[in-house]
């Protein structure tokens, strides 16, 4: 793989990349912001959140192009109409406790989301978490259990499988999606042994790259686990998206990490990193 660039730097925490609009957009959990950057690295702020403290933000599309923002510890979806108002979407509360960690929509208009199942801010004993499915019309219910600590989700172009990394069981888990957008055939789609998932996406050849925080790189690999390239880097990688006009662009979420003591920290170590992919993006996000 060749060597990646740095597309932007100055991020406090960037997480849940998304291509979008011909841009690469991003959370900024530190900063509580959306941001959006293009190619050349020129940036905006698309919607500052008035979230009081940091806390996972996580975001997708609906297929008619309104935005699902998720709230992690109220346990609310909310979404971003066309005049740029928040409504609520999906009330989660009842389904789990405020650890809400991800979200993808397929291309059906559900969205799926993940809570890792205990507070990790406060040192609390690791639990598994949930999967949640929230229709497009906001019912939301629990359509799978016993993950451990969900983080990445992706779902092929066909909308028939749900792949979710399990950050504390170093896989890569496929379900099947039922018309009705219900999961079923649990099974592992990749052992990656010391390999500790974070953000995954799909790639044309059926194969998924995955973000490794720990061990400082980013990975692709195929259905069983074997490795197929992998992209080191200096500090942890928390995402990966493929974009681009083609969508053969891997951008790479990084940061230096010191554990959660470290989320306050003001050093602003974040980067957007870019590199040439051998397959381009598919299915969702």
């Not at 999606?177 to 099974?187: F, T």
Request: aromatic letters at 8%; proline letters at 6%.
């Amino acid at each position: 793989m060749p060597e990646p660039q740095v597309l932007m730097t100055g991020i406090a925490f960037g997480e849940s990349p998304r291509w979008h609009d011909d841009r690469l957009w991003f959370a900024d959990w530190g900063a509580r912001e959306l941001i959006a950057v293009d190619l050349e690295g020129k940036s905006d702020v698309m919607l500052q959140l008035g979230f009081p403290s940091f806390q996972a933000i996580c975001f997708d599309w609906l297929p008619d192009g309104r935005q699902l923002i998720v709230s992690s510890r109220e346990g609310l979806v909310l979404r971003r109409e066309p005049d740029g108002s928040l409504v609520t979407h999906a009330d989660l509360t009842r389904l789990s406790d405020p650890s809400w960690n991800e979200i993808v929509v397929d291309g059906r208009g559900n969205a799926y989301l993940n809570s890792i199942g205990f507070d990790l801010g406060s040192g609390a004993e690791a639990a598994p978490g949930i999967l949640a499915l929230v229709t497009p019309d906001g019912s939301a219910r629990q359509v799978a259990d016993g993950i451990a600590f969900g983080n990445g989700m992706a779902v092929t172009p066909d909308n028939s499988t749900l792949i979710v990394a399990e950050s504390y069981a170093n896989r890569l888990t496929a379900f099947d999606i039922a018309a009705d957008g219900s999961l079923s055939n649990r099974r592992v789609w990749a052992d990656l042994g010391s390999g500790v998932p974070d953000g995954i996406c799909v790639d044309a050849e059926g194969a998924v790259w995955y973000a490794d925080v720990p061990n400082k790189h980013c990975v692709r690999v195929r259905e069983g686990g074997e490795m197929l390239q992998k992209v080191d880097l200096d500090r942890g990688c928390f995402a990966c998206m493929l974009g681009g006009p083609d969508r053969r662009t891997l951008f790479l979420i990084a940061r230096e990490w010191r554990g959660m003591a470290g989320t306050a920290d003001e050093a602003r170590t974040g980067q957007v990193l870019t590199v040439d992919a051998p397959a381009p993006g598919i299915g969702w996000p």
